[in-house]
């Protein structure tokens, strides 16, 4: 029944802007961390950012660092990536992860095209 649904990417130009999300369902979603994953061409899956329940702390890795955010809202049970100055390099397929009773969980993903 755990479902993650992803939404907003697109094609943008570099130096742009973007809003993922990732609106969640089958959990109580308030109680457990979540995070966003991507997956370049050719490349692994790798975690870009996750956030811990009540949103008190959050994490990224350094490329991302300062020019994306991650925030959730509970009452919505949706968590969201906020990127700012996209660059070639952020293009990729975007996942947002849960794990739920020592299972993960992927939304589908959602396509983030950085293009002049």
């Known amino acids: 029944q755990v479902q993650l649904v992803e939404s907003g990417g697109g094609l943008v130009q570099p130096g742009g802007s973007l809003r993922l999300s990732c609106a969640a369902s089958?959990?109580?979603?308030?109680?457990?961390?979540m995070s966003w994953y991507r997956q370049a061409p050719g490349k692994g899956r790798e975690l870009v950012a996750h956030?811990?329940?009540?949103?008190?702390?959050?994490s990224y890795i350094i490329p991302v660092k300062g020019r994306f955010t991650i925030s959730r809202d509970n009452a919505k049970s949706t968590v969201y990536l906020q990127m700012n100055s996209l660059q070639f390099e952020d293009t990729a397929v975007y996942y947002c992860?849960?794990?739920?009773?020592?299972?993960?969980?992927w939304g589908q993903g959602t396509q983030v095209t950085v293009s002049s």
């Open positions: 992860y849960t794990a739920v009773d020592g299972r993960g969980y």
């Open positions: 089958g959990f109580t979603f308030s109680s457990y961390l």
């Open positions: 956030i811990t329940s009540t949103g008190g702390i959050t």
